[in-house]
Nanobody
Framework: HVQLVESGGGSVQPGGSLRLSCAAS????????MSWYRQAPGKEREMVAT????????YYADSMKGRFTISRDNAKNTVYLQMNSLKPEDTAVYYC?????????WGQGTLVTVSS
């Protein structure tokens, strides 16, 4: 099955931007719907954004609409999350998920810290 490796996390000031990447390997990337989730300290993991196989259909959590953009490059087996206008409440570990039928795989997560 697919293996996922996230990158691009770090520290940024409020109002700043970051782009997360999730590189997939080990299986046919286009089999999978890809999503970003996040988990803040002391909170449950929540869905951030989802993009379907061809990239034509995307969904966002309400609090991320207009600030975050999910995209995928099927030629590079990579999904991205562009995050703009970051807020302190966006601080979390961000996880990449691949899902195809009953198969679900997660990356190890990348930490995003938004602080002045």
């Amino acid at each position: 099955h697919v293996q996922l490796v996230e990158s691009g996390g770090g520290s940024v000031q409020p109002g700043g931007s970051l782009r997360l990447s999730c590189a997939a390997s080990g299986d046919t990337f286009t089999r999978y719907t890809m999503s970003w989730y996040r988990q803040a300290p002391g909170k449950e993991r929540e869905m951030v954004a989802t993009i379907f196989n061809t990239g034509n259909t995307r969904y966002y959590a309400d609090s991320m609409k207009g600030r975050f953009t999910i995209s995928r490059d099927n030629a590079k087996n990579t999904v991205y999350l562009q995050m703009n206008s970051l807020k302190p409440e966006d601080t979390a570990v961000y996880y990449c998920q691949a899902k195809s039928g009953y198969v679900e795989r997660w990356g190890q997560g990348t930490l995003v810290t938004v602080s002045s």
